[in-house]
């Protein structure tokens, strides 16, 4: 890789790298190190932090450690410790004004989402995040992304109540990420990078030791579009498709689930894919948009909110641009942005028996003709996964 030099400017470029593929992060974080002079690399150690009750930082150039560090855990929590101890670290960097680039490598299970918010939120415009990226070995993709163990079973978890599972969490941590840094890996083959063209099909995949890391590290990012390009409202969800054995059915409707027929239909709708995402809606609850995220055989539904078109008028200024933007796109003259949207990824995907399965859930004719009142009254499902 040719050695780059970040423009210079009174912020501290700061990059974010994140995955649970810890030997390709290491590699892109290395690569980065090697063609950036006066880069350096900040990681925060969470695996002994349940023993020791710190967190341990280090700090390396290309040549190898420059300094360590423990930070006490906060509330118990390691991931509370590493924001606490992070952006102080961080401006340190800027006020001393030596380095050029400072990349983040997160520890396995952090999510990138949270760091690079408390950066962009704290940083006292001393800091501006230029890239977050999510390192990916293709090989290691369906067999961490079909992983339903808790993090606490594999020893990765970042707090004593920490519940989310392996395969969620990758799931997470590469979606979020508009850039791949990908490994070459030898036992990879064309069905895994198809699933990676289709799980996050409008990230750039660069190759870890490519130049263009370097100018992808540098390429700036917004925080607040990232965001919303995660929110169940108006994520930017995988489009159809199907190469190399592997398929994305996206399901659309605009008449609701019955919530009886969709709660036994879970689990083999669950199991139907690698990966499913999506927002959909339940004739008992038509007013609250319902976000689905399936991933290791594993579901999570949960309330994103209300739907716009069950909003008074007034309240739509309060709305961001991007979520009247999108509910625009699927606006009903009846039922306004009230739809299934249901986007399902994986190898060996039965697209038919799905979609036959996700419309035998629907409402019937003479249910839905009986009109929401009715759909009101109908034994509720869901109310224990939802908390109502």
């Known amino acids: ?215 992808a590290a540098l390429a700036g990012f917004d925080v607040e579009a990232a965001a919303a390009a995660q929110h169940p409202a108006c994520a930017l969800l995988p489009q159809e498709a199907d190469a190399c054995g592997v398929s994305t059915l996206v399901w659309h409707s605009v008449r609701p689930f019955h919530p009886g027929r969709l709660y036994a239909a879970l689990e083999d709708l669950t199991c139907a894919a690698a990966r499913s995402r999506g927002r959909f809606w339940l004739a008992d609850h038509p007013d609250t948009l319902l976000a689905w995220d399936a991933a290791g055989g594993a579901l999570c539904v949960e309330s994103a909110g209300p739907w716009l078109a069950s909003l008074p008028d007034a309240a739509w200024e309060l709305v961001p641009p991007v979520r009247r933007a999108a509910a625009a796109l699927d606006w009903h003259p009846e039922h306004g942005d009230r739809c299934q949207h249901l986007v399902f990824t994986s190898p060996g995907l039965d697209r038919d028996g799905l979609a036959h399965l996700l419309s035998s859930c629907l409402l019937t004719d003479a249910e839905y003709a009986a009109g929401r009142e009715s759909w009101k009254r109908l034994p509720p499902a869901f109310d224990s996964l939802l908390e109502v």
């Not at 350096?40 to 360590?68: C, N, Q, Y």
Request: proline share 7%.
């Open 1 to 215: 890789m040719t050695p780059a030099t970040p423009p210079a400017g009174p912020a501290l470029p700061v990059v974010i790298v994140a995955g649970l593929h810890s030997d390709a992060r290491r590699a892109a974080v290395d690569a980065l190190l090697s063609a950036v002079p006066g880069c350096l690399a900040l990681h925060h150690d969470l695996s002994t932090a349940a023993e020791r009750g710190t967190v341990l930082r280090t700090v390396r150039d290309a040549r190898g450690v420059r300094g360590t560090g423990e930070t006490p855990l906060v509330n118990d929590c390691a991931c509370c410790a590493l924001r606490e101890d992070l952006v102080p670290e961080l401006l340190r960097l800027a006020e001393e004004g030596a380095t050029r680039l400072a990349v983040v490598e997160l520890w396995d299970s952090v999510e990138p989402k949270a760091m690079a918010e408390v950066v962009a939120a704290h940083g006292g415009g001393r800091l501006a995040i230029t890239s977050v990226m999510c390192a990916v070995d293709p090989a290691l993709l369906l067999p961490y992304l079909g992983n339903g163990d808790d993090l606490a079973e594999a020893g990765l978890a970042a707090a004593a109540t920490d519940q989310r599972t392996v395969a969620d969490t990758w799931a997470r941590q590469l979606e979020y990420a508009p850039v791949l840094a990908v490994v070459d890996s030898e036992e990879a083959d064309e069905t895994d990078r198809a699933l990676l063209a289709q799980l996050h099909p409008t990230a750039r995949q660069i190759p870890v030791g490519s130049a263009e890391l370097v100018a």
